[in-house]
């Protein structure tokens, strides 16, 4: 809260601090949270803010936020082929069966993506 207060003039604005005055710091805000929650307060603070909001029709009540941000990977991006053999105890399967597992990296959240001309690995 206090970095978006400090970076954003929209989050300044809407609380109400002009540039000139001085943000609170992270462990006011947090000892302010708490006291809140205590006396059990957060919840009806946030109904009074929607309903301000709602009447002034600025209440989004549908959507959703996605994160879109690129992380690069750790590891490379590099094909790797593990091939496991897998015995059967029973006669009539006496073919060799094996088990083949395909991977890119060892990082299982990783892939490739593009993101206007470029491509990226994570």
């Not at 929209?10 to 302010?32: K, M, N, P, W, Y």
Request: hydrophobic letters at 30%; glycine letters at 4%; aromatic letters at 8%.
């Amino acid at each position: 809260m206090e970095e978006s207060l400090c970076d954003r003039y929209s989050f300044s604005r809407f609380a109400g601090i002009s540039l000139d005055e001085d943000v609170q710091d992270h462990t006011t805000i947090c000892r302010f949270r708490n006291l809140l929650a205590k006396k059990k307060l957060l919840q009806p603070l946030l109904n009074e803010v929607n309903g301000q909001l709602a009447v002034q029709g600025k209440l989004v009540k549908s959507g959703c936020v996605v994160d879109a941000t690129l992380i690069s990977s750790a590891y490379r991006p590099r094909k790797q082929v593990d091939i496991e053999m897998v015995t059967t105890d029973r006669e009539e399967d006496s073919d060799n069966d094996c088990q083949v597992t395909l991977s890119y990296s060892k990082d299982s959240e990783a892939a490739w993506t593009r993101k206007g001309s470029s491509y990226y690995y994570g």
